[in-house]
């Protein structure tokens, strides 16, 4: 797909297209923090037919009414699922959603949509729009190099790009085969948060010279200097390797997540390309600028 082909806004807010939940369960392990759910709406039905790529997201409008008696607006999402959908049948999305929980005044809070999506039953209506975005979209080359840097449900991206690549159902329907290589750095509190891990331990065995998997599992690793072991200090540990693939004017990098890991992955490439004798904040506009250097954080 061309970027002038990909599909954007199809539906807006003020006449969302209304899908219903087919599946909602939790990705997390037994002793995990938090709550995170793979959810799936059904899209059949609509006129258009909302459709998407691999790397944007769409909007939920959730049920009720805010503080003012005003309908809710709407919370952005990154897609979670191919544009096949993860049933391959192309007529659904899924997403990855993370409840916010935040203290306010010694109570705890809930955020609306999120609460609101965790909590949906299979069959529930859901107003959605979109979809949106172009920032994040996998280049067309089939040798391609794709580094990714993921914390928590900004897998969601992630998995839409491994699928395409590794799955076998993706790579006979799209006709579309992956030669480059993908490199995953994945950061999660505990190994039981740790999203999708069966899958992408599954894709490393299945294509060991196409596919790295490198986690930082901050309550449960140590790095060097002895502290947790952060997303940023795997990019410190393997810098070498990852500037090497930079050079490389077919490599891109993906970073999706909380907004807070920038300064620390920004800190370690500062690092990594002095070492190289090169200027971190010269190279990063040039990267940004080729379309090499993709951020989607929230």
């Known amino acids: 797909v061309s970027h002038a082909d990909v599909p954007v806004n199809l539906y807006k807010p003020k006449d969302p297209f209304v899908g ?43 049920d009720g009414e805010d503080a003012n008696g005003k309908p809710h607006k709407l919370r952005l999402y990154s897609i979670a699922s191919t544009r096949h959908g993860d049933d391959m049948a192309g007529n659904t999305v899924s997403l990855c959603v993370r409840q916010l929980q935040y203290e306010k005044d010694g109570e705890t809070i809930n955020g609306v949509c999120s609460t609101f999506l965790c909590d949906i039953e299979p069959g529930a209506k859901v107003k959605i729009t979109g979809p949106v975005g172009k920032e994040m979209l996998l280049p067309a080359d089939d040798d391609a190099n794709v580094i990714m ?36 750095f994945m950061g999660a509190p505990t190994t039981a948060n740790l999203l999708y891990d069966d899958d992408f331990n599954r894709y490393e065995r299945e294509f060991p010279d196409n596919f790295r998997y490198t986690k930082a599992i901050s309550r449960e690793q140590q790095n060097a200097k002895g502290g947790r072991m952060y997303i940023q200090d795997r990019v410190s540990e393997h810098a070498d390797e990852i500037f090497a693939m930079i050079e490389n004017p077919k490599t891109h990098v993906y970073m999706c997540g909380l907004r807070g890991m920038e300064p620390g992955i920004d800190e370690a490439m500062t690092a990594a390309a002095a070492a190289k004798g090169l200027d971190w904040s010269e190279l990063r506009p040039a990267l940004k600028k080729a379309e090499r250097w993709h951020v989607e954080t929230y």
């Open 149 to 184: 840097l993921a914390t928590g449900t900004g897998i969601a991206p992630m998995r839409t790009y491994l699928r395409r690549m590794f799955e076998p159902a993706e790579r006979d329907k799209n006709g579309w085969q992956f030669k480059g290589k993908a490199w995953l």
């Open 20 to 62: 219903t939940v087919t599946e909602n369960y939790s990705l997390l392990a037994d002793g995990a923090i938090g709550r995170v759910n793979h959810i799936t709406f059904d899209l059949k039905g609509g006129d258009p037919q909302l459709h998407y790529v691999e790397g944007q997201s769409i909007g939920i409008i959730p």
